[in-house]
């Protein structure tokens, strides 16, 4: 008797468990940098790609093609992501796309790439 209330169980688990949306859990960040096709350029894993990975990027220092350095806080990133060539990292190819994003959608992002230490 007991095991068949263990398969009940486990079967409305598995029901409730499939019922939970994907992104339900995930950074709602995470999602935009990918539905925005901000992770097409840009690493979450350190790697460079054809623009300067995500991860450890908040408070870092980044050389910009004028020779002048700035440490990357919260203005740095909003005038980064809002006017991409504004300031252009040093090695990297200027070609990064301005793409339209509301102010709810660049907050949500900028705290994203803040949690990528
Ligand atoms: C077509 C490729 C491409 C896409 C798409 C793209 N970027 Fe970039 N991004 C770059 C490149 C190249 C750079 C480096 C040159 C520069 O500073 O403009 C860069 C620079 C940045 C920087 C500054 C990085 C640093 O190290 O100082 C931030 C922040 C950034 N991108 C965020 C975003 C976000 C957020 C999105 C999505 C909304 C996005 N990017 C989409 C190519 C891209």
Not at 44 to 50: A, E, T
Not at 89 to 95: E, F, K, L, N, S
Request: glycine share 12%.
């Amino acid at each position: 008797m007991r095991i068949w209330i263990f398969l009940a169980l486990g079967f409305l688990a598995g029901c409730t468990g499939s019922q939970t949306p994907q992104s339900g859990k995930q950074d709602p960040g995470a999602a935009l940098a990918g539905a925005k096709g901000c992770t097409a350029c840009h690493s979450l894993n350190g790697q460079p790609g054809v623009g300067p990975s995500f991860k450890g990027l908040y408070g870092k220092q980044e050389t910009l093609t004028d020779g002048t350095t700035v440490i990357v806080d919260d203005a740095y990133l909003t005038e980064s992501i809002k006017t991409p060539l504004a300031k252009v990292v040093r090695g990297y190819t200027p070609a990064m796309p301005a793409l339209p994003l509301t102010d709810e959608e660049l907050a949500g992002l900028i705290t994203f790439i803040k949690s990528l230490k």
